[in-house]
């Protein structure tokens, strides 16, 4: 038959209640700190001396669904790019980072982050793939006209620009760009020495040795440069035949 209701039972009933609501609570306060623990989960994968891709990515993406805000799915979304850009399946990598872009609530510079590493995957040495200098200029121009990049990022997606022309060994073309990042003034000094330095290097490479060392003895004269480097420069200004 029915069992009769005992004293008592009803505190425990309560207390069973209770228990369930901190338990609950407890499962949502986990859910908080796991996607940092599942993107680190991913990350350690990612470092290992033979790293697993497949296992990383399943981390990462278990970090991406319990992700809270927009930053954090951007986040996520950038570590999977990742496992596929060192597996060398680009389209998946670079769609992956299209969705950063796409992303509300990214920041600036994860977006400007996402759309450097589109045009650098076009360049083929970084990832090893089959080169497409046209697609890394295209995809490097857009850079320049994304909200929020600043003189250094214009600067570093000029300098990509250049560098597939001089790839390509349109020399006139990289030098042009080249020219574009000395003539900025607010930018790290370092790049625009370093600009410098490529057109000489651009005239040595058709031969023009005259034209090499005449713009290498620029940056002789370049306060942003260092000892160090102008001594670097000296020795390639008397080596410039060999």
Same mark, same amino acid.
């Not at 940092?36 to 990350?43: I, V």
């Not at 790293?51 to 805000?69: S, Y």
């Not at 697609?135 to 850079?143: C, D, G, I, W």
């Not at 306060?223 to 420069?233: I, L």
């Given at each position: 038959?029915?069992?009769p209701?005992?004293?008592?039972d *009803?505190g425990m009933?309560k207390?069973?209640?209770v ?6 609570l407890?499962i949502v306060?986990e859910? %908080?700190?796991?996607?940092k /623990?599942?993107?680190?989960?991913g990350?350690?994968?990612m470092?290992?001396r033979e790293?697993d891709?497949?296992?990383a990515?399943a981390d990462?993406?278990?970090?991406? #669904?319990?992700?809270?805000? *927009? &930053?954090e799915?951007a986040?996520a ?6 496992t596929?850009y060192?597996s060398? /399946?680009?389209?998946?990598?670079r769609? /992956?980072?299209a969705k $950063?872009? *796409? ?6 510079r %994860?977006?400007i982050?996402a759309?450097f590493r589109?045009a650098e995957?076009f360049m083929?040495y970084?990832? %090893?793939e089959?080169?497409d200098y046209?697609k ?8 320049? @006209?994304m909200q929020g ?5 214009k600067a570093?997606? &000029?300098?990509? &620009?250049?560098?597939?022309?001089a790839?390509?060994?349109?020399y006139?073309e990289a030098?042009s760009?080249?020219?574009k990042?000395v /003539?900025?003034?607010?930018? !790290?000094?370092? $790049?625009?020495?370093e600009?410098?330095? @490529? ?5 040595r490479? #058709? ?5 090499? !060392?005449a #713009?290498?003895a620029?940056i002789?004269?370049?306060?942003e440069a260092t ?7 000296e ?8």
């Amino acid at each position: 038959g029915e069992k009769p209701i005992r004293k008592g039972d *009803d505190g425990m009933n309560k207390m069973a209640l209770v228990v369930g609501a901190v338990l609950c609570l407890g499962i949502v306060a986990e859910a %908080q700190v796991s996607f940092k /623990e599942a993107l680190n989960a991913g990350t350690q994968k990612m470092k290992a001396r033979e790293p697993d891709f497949a296992a990383a990515r399943a981390d990462f993406t278990k970090a991406l #669904e319990l992700a809270k805000d *927009d &930053i954090e799915k951007a986040q996520a979304t950038a570590s999977i790019a990742d496992t596929y850009y060192r597996s060398r /399946e680009y389209e998946k990598a670079r769609a /992956e980072d299209a969705k $950063i872009l *796409d992303i509300k609530g990214s920041t600036v510079r %994860q977006k400007i982050d996402a759309q450097f590493r589109i045009a650098e995957s076009f360049m083929g040495y970084r990832f %090893q793939e089959k080169p497409d200098y046209a697609k890394a200029r295209e995809e490097y121009a857009k850079v320049l @006209n994304m909200q929020g990049a600043t003189s250094d990022d214009k600067a570093k997606a &000029i300098f990509g &620009i250049g560098d597939s022309f001089a790839t390509e060994r349109k020399y006139a073309e990289a030098r042009s760009q080249y020219a574009k990042i000395v /003539e900025m003034k607010d930018v !790290k000094p370092d $790049i625009r020495v370093e600009a410098q330095y @490529n057109i000489g290097a651009n005239y040595r490479a #058709e031969g023009n040795f005259d034209m090499a !060392k005449a #713009e290498w003895a620029k940056i002789l004269k370049m306060d942003e440069a260092t000892a160090e480097y102008k001594e670097k420069v000296e020795q390639r200004i008397r080596t410039v035949y060999w």
